[in-house]
């Protein structure tokens, strides 16, 4: 029993070694990329410390569980070499081949594409068989030479590694105190008096919601019935267009009134730049209570969405998982390498729902109610997977079979719909409650729609077809816009000059985008034609990256061009005739040159305002 125990210490020793240097290098590595929240810090000790300390403790009980079949004598001296072999080994294998693979040889191609790739399998055959010879030296021979290094100076090392230990344990255990009263803690804002006169402000982003699968848009099944209700007695545009067909860009153009070749916040990873004058920024300043929710990977603070908002709850859940590591993470690894107890132990930060997020809405307006608020809100309830409000199902699945609706995938979606429909009538009715909503200017949109197969493909962002950019659009404020429906083609790009044109505050020149009060109150001149998209889809190619550009501007209700660059496969330019064939299914490209000229020429424009601002 003395040795098993004696043989587990030094394996949970050397875990814990093990433990250091990894969450080590990590956390220098956030640090010098910048790409980190705070709370990630110490949870990346916590995390690295206990991961390897379990490992090599199962490693320590393998190890006396042979020896003891095996019936081996094995020293002391033998179990120590043998530990600090395999933990040099780790260490050599663990970084040369992210350093190599990824950083080197492949840096910008998905693992996914690479373990497909047979180069990427004989490099790492490579690179374990030279660390195996290596592991062998150290087992042999080598751990001679490094016993003697270790045991110069043993006290002092000894005493160095207990420092370490401390400062890393009372750091954990600080920033976990710390950040449990942060989780449970709700800011209450004064905001400047003199605003008072002012409505609220609320901008809901409904992650992945197309418009024509909502009720409000007359879709087959009642997927909103209390934005439906809500419509009675609002502005709903029938026509309105997002900026780009995924969350990352479409947002940054509805946060900043830019299209995305402006603010360039288009591909993955990036951020939107803090040299943006956002909404929330300019709303601050006048004196505006500004707060953000958010459920989605994509609007979290490190991408710059937190920029002007006092108040930003972006904490997707305790142990933040995907998007949270770089390359030098033992995450990474455990994510790379697809095996999945990787998201039971950390969870899954990529969504969280509405009804979780209402929750820190309504403790936030029960504290700030008092004062005029900007308030931004993303659900996410309805991306992909489509796993939210499975108690609707049923009921959905009836309506759709009525309606010969067969896609399994479609029923989840609708479903999704329907439970974010309903999370979003709770919060209509909190406001009630409060006695706000009256004075609460409400603007309910989607950041883009979702594929189901029309054009061949599924998901979002890697077309801009209607389906995955015509996107809902209600403005409510019946205490000065009288209801009505506007059929007028128009950008989501537009809320950001809308807002501070209600509030007849100044608007930027340098923006891509017009207000729509003349839209919404029927009154004055929208001298805006055309409606432009944008979006780069990275496509790898026997792990050769190709960035197809896309772009598709429309011209009133009728054209639209799609122009992409290069083609590849169903990437193909088209152009078409929304009145006659709304869902896109003829390509004019050929056969009307004169119109695909004119939206040509028109996307040259549009381009050279680009280039020259």
Do not use: C
């Not at 399998?121 to 001679?144: D, E, F, Q, R, W």
């Not at 995938?409 to 009630?432: A, N």
């Amino acid at each position: 029993m003395k040795e098993l125990s004696t043989n587990i210490k030094t394996a949970a020793f050397t875990g814990l070694i093990l433990g250091l240097i990894f969450g080590t290098i990590d956390v220098i590595a956030r640090i010098i990329d910048f790409s980190f929240e705070w709370f990630e810090l110490y949870q990346t000790f916590l995390i690295d410390l206990v991961v390897l300390i379990i490992i090599f403790i199962i490693l320590g009980i393998l190890v006396k569980t042979i020896k003891k079949i095996l019936r081996l004598n094995i020293s002391r001296e033998s179990i120590f070499n043998f530990y600090a072999s395999t933990s040099i080994a780790v260490i050599l294998l663990f970084y040369a081949e992210i350093i190599i693979t990824k950083l080197i040889i492949y840096p910008d191609v998905p693992f996914d594409l690479l373990k497909t790739n047979r180069n990427f399998y004989v490099i790492s055959l490579i690179i374990a068989l030279t660390v195996g010879i290596i592991y062998i030296i150290l087992l042999t021979k080598g751990m001679n030479t490094f016993k003697k290094i270790f045991l110069i100076n043993k006290e002092k090392i000894k005493k160095l590694i207990k420092n370490y230990v401390f400062i890393v344990v009372i750091f954990i255990i600080s920033s976990f105190v710390l950040d449990l009263y942060i989780l449970n803690y709700t800011p209450k804002v004064t905001s400047n008096i003199d605003l008072e006169v002012y409505p609220n402000i609320l901008v809901i982003v409904m992650d992945t919601v197309r418009a024509d699968h909502l009720s409000v848009y007359n879709y087959t099944i009642n997927t909103t019935p209390h934005l439906k209700k809500l419509s009675e007695n609002s502005v709903v545009f029938e026509n309105a267009i997002s900026s780009s067909s995924w969350t990352l860009p479409s947002h940054s153009s509805m946060f900043t009134g830019r299209d995305p070749s402006k603010h360039n916040a288009n591909k993955l990873n990036q951020l939107l730049s803090k040299k943006e004058a956002t909404i929330a920024e300019i709303l601050n300043k006048k004196g505006y209570n500004t707060a953000g929710f958010v459920g989605g990977l994509y609007i979290k603070s490190k991408y710059g969405f937190g920029q002007g908002f006092k108040t930003y709850d972006d904490r997707l859940d305790f142990s933040s998982y995907l998007h949270t590591f770089n390359k030098l993470s033992i995450r990474y690894v455990m994510s790379a390498v697809s095996l999945r107890f990787e998201t039971f132990i950390f969870n899954r930060d990529d969504e969280r729902t509405a009804e979780e997020t209402n929750k820190r809405i309504f403790k936030w307006l029960d504290k700030n109610k008092e004062r005029p608020f900007f308030m931004f809100i993303n659900y996410f309830d309805a991306h992909h997977p489509y796993n939210r409000g499975q108690e609707f199902k049923e009921n959905i699945t009836k309506e759709a079979i009525t309606h010969d609706i067969k896609n399994e995938e479609i029923i989840k979606y609708d479903t999704e719909i329907f439970y974010l429909d309903k999370q979003i009538g709770e919060l209509m009715k909190k406001l009630e409650e409060l006695g706000i909503k009256e004075n609460t200017i409400i603007f309910i949109t989607a950041d883009h729609g979702e594929e189901f197969g029309e054009h061949g493909g599924v998901y979002h962002g890697r077309t801009l077809y209607e389906e995955v950019i015509h996107v809902p659009f209600i403005v409510y404020y019946p205490k000065e816009f009288n209801p009505r429906r506007v059929e007028k083609r128009i950008g989501t790009i537009n809320i950001f000059p809308t807002i501070l044109d209600i509030l007849r505050i100044k608007i930027p020149e340098d923006i891509d985008s017009v207000s729509l009060l003349p839209l919404i109150k029927n009154e004055g001149e929208y001298n805006r034609e055309y409606v432009f998209s944008e979006l780069e889809v990275d496509r790898y190619e026997s792990v050769h990256n190709v960035i197809i550009n896309q772009k598709a501007v429309s011209y009133g209700n009728d054209w639209k061009l799609i122009e992409i660059n290069p083609e590849r496969g169903r990437y193909i330019s088209g152009l078409f005739d929304l009145r006659s064939d709304p869902q896109e299914k003829e390509n004019l490209y050929n056969s009307n040159p004169e119109r695909r000229i004119f939206l040509q020429e028109l996307i040259q424009t549009i381009s050279k305002f680009f280039n020259s601002s």
